[in-house]
């Protein structure tokens, strides 16, 4: 009697999966989808993602509704990106996320020409806080060193003014090409490895 009873309970936490087939899934789906309010969105990646232009119409985003949400995120110091407090004008947790996410946010905005004052308040934290690229207390997101270069070249080039304390940082092109070495070394040894 307690075996069934222990039976028809396991039998009510299995879903259906498709035909009457049974999976173990159930009480976990539910669990993950009840678990309490979804993270918030990475601004870094929701740039990158409004950049995308749109099939057919290269002046427009594919994807208006990122562009439309980097526009209503800035915080208070010009910033994007996670905060310590979550209302968006507290110290941010990552100074060089802070960073990167930012720049990908003002390079999201000109590339389709809107935000120009969320333009300019990135561009100013950003030069506020270029010496966090050089900090080694601070800790750096993967590819910093190779990506957050790449991204000043490119705004740049779509005719941005990098305020000068982001672009006379010493040392930080050596720490690019240093970092690109080691990728490379890194990666053809084990490329030469896989070929034989």
Known sequence: MVQRQERREEESDIALCGAGRRCGAGRAWEQL???GPPPQPS??????VAIVPAPGSPQ?????????WILRNQSGDGSWGPQADGSGDGPWLLGKDALSSTMACVLALRTWGVGDEHVGKGLRFIGHNASLVTDDRS??????NVIFPGMLTHAMGMGLEIPR??????GFPHQQIRQL???AERVLPAKKRWQN
Do not use: I, M, Q
Not at 60 to 68: M, Q
């Open 33 to 35: 989808l009840n678990a």
């Open 43 to 48: 601004s870094y990646d929701t740039a990158w």
């Open 60 to 68: 427009s985003s594919r994807f208006p509704k990122c562009v439309d």
């Open 139 to 144: 800790d750096t997101p993967a590819g910093f």
């Open 165 to 170: 304390e982001s672009t006379r940082l010493p």
């Open 181 to 183: 070495r080691c990728s």
